[in-house]
């Protein structure tokens, strides 16, 4: 489990680009036939992928967590982005076509992930935070959940958010998660942009044409950067950090959070014009 310890608004006004990707960007996850896991310093965030293909895959405790099993004190945020599988939580068996969405409650102790084809695998994301409470596994099907149309054509942002994991719908102790999907012809995600210094928030980026890419803004809004990324990789945004992109095709991405609460409108927001 690789560890990536963030940075303070000193240290990145400082950083190349190198450093600003070898800091925020998670780029080599969704390995075939395998668990990938990186631990993220800022509020104790893992985020991993599991790609199972000839045969199933556990996951195992680290020895970053210092536990008997992986949910032994923590929660955990699966989406499948791929092809139809299946999450097996203590003997019972979920099935996810792509975009279904689990939650695995503290306490939970077998966490197995399997493909129904392994030529065409599912591709799981998974996003986990401490937990304090325990809240029962569950999942939600993509087309029982309720999406919320935002933005226009003229300010190229149409797009719709989906809200899985969050205070009215799968329970949770501090995990929040869902996805946003634009529309074609739509570039613009969360624009205008804010912060919100009692969250950290992780993006995931997915359905990203191979021959394009996402420009992702970072930094604080009066000094601002950016991150070039592609298909299936994830960037950490700090409270103090804005997290905005466009694209050069329309695309999906997978939001989370963690932190003081779970209020989804709990931002501070930022105007265009005081961008820089």
């Known amino acids: ?32 036939g395998a668990i990938d896991l990186a631990y993220v310093d800022l509020d104790r965030t893992v985020i991993g992928s599991a790609v199972p293909t000839a045969f199933p895959l556990t996951l195992e405790t680290q020895p970053e967590l210092r536990a008997e099993f992986f949910l032994e004190r923590r929660e955990l945020g ?7 599988g299946s999450v097996a939580v203590d003997g019972a068996a979920y099935s996810l076509d792509k975009l279904d969405c689990l939650y695995a409650g503290r306490g939970s102790k077998s966490v197995v992930f ?6 065409a695998p599912a591709a799981f994301y998974l996003l986990s935070y401490p937990a304090h409470a325990v809240f029962p596994t569950a999942m939600v099907k993509f087309k029982d959940l309720e999406g919320l149309a935002l933005g226009a054509t003229e300010t190229c942002n149409q797009r719709t958010i989906y809200k899985a994991i969050y205070k009215d719908g799968l329970k949770s102790c501090q ?10 012809g739509s ?5 205008p942009p804010h912060t919100h210094n009692r969250r950290s928030e992780v993006y995931f980026y ?9 420009v992702h803004l970072m930094g604080p809004p009066d000094a601002t950067s950016h991150l070039i990324m592609a298909d299936r990789q994830v960037v950490v945004s700090p409270g103090w950090s804005i997290h905005a992109g466009v ?6 991405f997978v939001w989370g959070m963690g932190g003081e609460n779970q209020a989804y409108d709990d931002m501070d927001p930022v105007t265009i014009a005081a961008l820089k």
């Not at 995990?175 to 529309?183: I, S, W």
């Not at 570039?187 to 624009?191: F, R």
């Open 1 to 32: 489990m690789k560890l990536y310890q963030m940075a303070d608004p000193v240290r990145y006004a400082r950083m190349t680009t190198a450093e600003l990707r070898a800091t925020f960007l998670l780029e080599d996850l969704f390995t075939p």
């Open 78 to 84: 699966v989406l499948n982005v791929g092809g139809p």
């Open 114 to 119: 399997s493909s129904a084809d392994p030529a």
């Open 175 to 184: 995990l929040v998660m869902g996805f946003t999907l634009l529309a074609p």
């Open 187 to 191: 570039n613009w995600n969360t624009m």
């Open 206 to 214: 997915f359905d990203v044409d191979p021959a394009h890419r996402v």
């Open 247 to 252: 694209g050069t095709k329309n695309y999906g």
